[in-house]
């Protein structure tokens, strides 16, 4: 009998469930805090923080684009720009993400966007 496929861990969020399922302890979770314990969040959050998956350098005219987007401070993206954030995303994060209309996840990225931009910030 094949054993089925191992996924792998996109950062520390990833361990942590599988060591909670492997001792039992989200069963426990989800009894005492129902199905909707807020571990799929904290999951998402701690793969956010802690990815294992190191991002690659943004190049000169990514870094200055971001940084003159960001400091328009806008509360809307247009197309070319959320084009602009997802190419930039895609490459330094090596994901293949396709454009879409969920705000929270241009937030999500535009929010990794800028912890990289950070410590380009934070070495000088």
Do not use: H
């Not at 001792?23 to 805090?33: H, M, Q, R, S």
């Not at 084009?83 to 990225?109: G, H, T, V, W």
């Amino acid at each position: 009998m094949a054993r089925p496929k191992k996924i792998q861990a996109k950062g520390l969020g990833d361990t942590v469930e599988s060591v909670l399922k492997a001792t039992g302890i989200d069963k426990v979770a989800k009894f005492l805090l129902g199905e909707d314990c807020g571990c799929d969040a904290r999951k998402e959050k701690l793969n956010a923080l802690f990815p294992y998956k190191k991002p690659l350098c943004l190049t000169e005219t990514e870094y200055e684009w971001l940084k003159a987007w960001i400091e328009t401070k806008t509360n809307q993206v247009i197309p070319s720009d959320q084009s602009q954030i997802l190419a930039i995303y895609n490459r330094i994060f090596q994901q293949r993400n396709e454009p879409s209309n969920c705000s929270s996840c241009l937030k999500d990225m535009v929010d990794q966007l800028k912890t990289v931009m950070l410590t380009y910030e934070d070495a000088e």
